[in-house]
T-cell receptor, first 116, second 110 residues
C-alpha cells in the first residue's frame, strides 16, 4: 500500500518551546491530509484537515494558534506545537488522502511527543 | 455522536476466519465504510473500504448488506499478528473525515 511517513517518530522538548512534526506522502500526491492526536488508552481524535495551498480547518476545541498546520506541497504537511506544555504530550498521527479524486486514506506511523 | 457500533472485544482462533461486525444504521448515500486496525503504539493500518459493493483485497473481505446499515470485515485466516484494535468508520465523500470510535479489540489465540 501507499506510504505515509512521519518525522520525528519520537521527540522530547522543554516546556515553552515549539516542536515541528512532518508528514510526507512518499509515493503519491495528497491534496488533503489530516492530523490526529491520541492519548494513552483512548481513540484517535481528529484535530484538523489540511488542504494543500489553503488554510487548515480545525475541529471544535482545537486551538489553531497553538497547533500550526502548513500544507505547502502535495506531499508534505507539518504540524507545529507552539509553546508546548506537558499536557500536550501525546501521540500525533497524520493521514493522507490518495490523490485529488481518490477515496483511500493512509496513516503515518505516528509521532510521540513528550514535553518536560 | 458515534456513527458506528462495534463489539468491544472478540476472541478468534488462529487459522480460522475472523468475522468482525459493524452497525451503521444511519449511514448516508455518500458515506463510505472504512476499516482500519491499530497495533499498540503504531499508526492505524488501512485494511479495506467500500461504498455499497462487497470488496476483497489481499488482507480482507468487506461484506456490506444491501440496505448498507451494517457490514462485516472478514479476515480469512487469522494469525497471531492480526491481534489489534479494529475500527469501522463511515466517512462522507464530502470531506473524508474519519472519526474513530472505541473499535473492537480482537485477540487471536493459538
Amino acid at each position: 500500500g501507499a506510504v505515509v511517513s512521519q518525522h520525528p517518530s519520537r521527540v522530547i522538548c522543554k516546556s515553552g518551546t515549539s516542536v515541528k512534526i512532518e508528514c510526507r506522502s512518499l509515493d503519491f500526491q495528497a491534496t488533503t491530509m489530516f492530523w490526529y492526536r491520541q492519548f494513552p488508552k483512548q481513540s484517535l481524535m481528529l484535530m484538523a484537515t489540511s488542504n494543500e495551498g489553503s488554510k487548515a480547518t480545525y475541529e471544535q476545541g482545537v486551538e489553531k494558534d497553538k497547533f500550526l498546520i502548513n500544507h505547502a506541497s502535495l506531499t508534505l504537511s507539518t504540524l507545529t506545537v507552539t509553546s508546548a506544555h506537558p499536557e500536550d504530550s501525546s501521540f500525533y498521527i497524520c493521514s493522507a488522502r490518495w490523490g485529488a479524486s481518490g477515496n483511500t486514506i493512509y496513516f503515518g506511523e505516528g509521532s510521540w511527543l513528550t514535553v518536560v | 455522536d458515534a456513527k458506528t457500533t462495534q463489539p468491544t472485544s472478540m476472541d478468534c482462533a488462529e487459522g480460522r476466519a475472523a468475522n468482525l461486525p459493524c452497525n451503521h444504521s444511519t449511514i448516508s448515500g455518500n458515506e463510505y465504510v472504512y476499516w482500519y486496525r491499530q497495533i499498540h503504539s503504531q499508526g492505524p493500518q488501512y485494511i479495506i473500504h467500500g461504498l455499497k459493493n462487497n470488496e476483497t483485497n489481499e488482507m480482507a473481505s468487506l461484506i456490506i448488506t444491501e440496505d448498507r446499515k451494517s457490514s462485516t470485515l472478514i479476515l480469512p485466516h487469522a494469525t497471531l499478528r492480526d491481534t489489534a484494535v479494529y475500527y469501522c468508520i463511515v466517512a462522507s465523500s464530502n470531506d473524508y473525515k474519519l472519526s474513530f470510535g472505541a473499535g473492537t479489540t480482537v485477540t487471536v489465540r493459538a
